[in-house]
C-alpha cells in the first residue's frame, strides 16, 4: 500500500516479447477507470521470456501462462474492481451484450 492507503497496481511485462507498449495501455486504462483508489500503476521490464503478471498490491491477479494470454478490459477491471472496490459498478462493462 501507498503512504495513502490505496492499493498499488504493479505490471511486470517481458522486454525481449516488446510487451511494453500493451502494459503501458493497461496501466491508462486502470488509471483512468481507477483513478480516486488507486496508489499508482507500476510497470516493471521482466527478464524472464514470455513473463505478463499482474498484481494488486501482492496479490497476483494475472499471470500469461496460468489464465492464457492477455486480459481484455473488461476481465483486466473487473478483478481490479474486486479486489480494491467490490461494490464499484463499472457502468458498460458490467452489462452483459444481451441487455
Known amino acids: 500500500m501507498t503512504q495513502a ?12 516479447c516488446n510487451w511494453l507498449l500493451r502494459a503501458g495501455w493497461m496501466a491508462q486504462e486502470l488509471l483512468q477507470t481507477f483513478q480516486d483508489r488507486l496508489g499508482g500503476v507500476t510497470l516493471v521490464p521482466g527478464e524472464m521470456g514470455g513473463i505478463f503478471e499482474i498484481h494488486v498490491d501482492k496479490e497476483l491477479i494475472w499471470e500469461r501462462k496460468r489464465d492464457g494470454g492477455f486480459p481484455d478490459v473488461k476481465e483486466l477491471k473487473t478483478r481490479v474492481r474486486d479486489r480494491i472496490d467490490p461494490g464499484r459498478d463499472l457502468g458498460h462493462l ?6
Open 5 to 16: 492507503g490505496k492499493p498499488v497496481v504493479i505490471i511486470t511485462y517481458c522486454t525481449g
Open 94 to 99: 458490467d452489462r452483459s451484450a444481451d441487455g
